[in-house]
């Protein structure tokens, strides 16, 4: 991450805000397909 952050053209603040909204992201796609998976188990 450090390596990407170097080659950024972009201010450290705006790279911090990216690489949070990304991870915000992530953790919503993982706990729909999580939240999605129950669902369809149960009503299986």
Known sequence: ???IKKLS???EAHNREILQVT???IKAILWGT???ALVQGALG
């Open 1 to 3: 991450m450090e390596e």
């Open 9 to 11: 053209p972009v201010e």
């Open 23 to 25: 991870e915000n992201t």
């Open 34 to 36: 999580l939240i999605v």
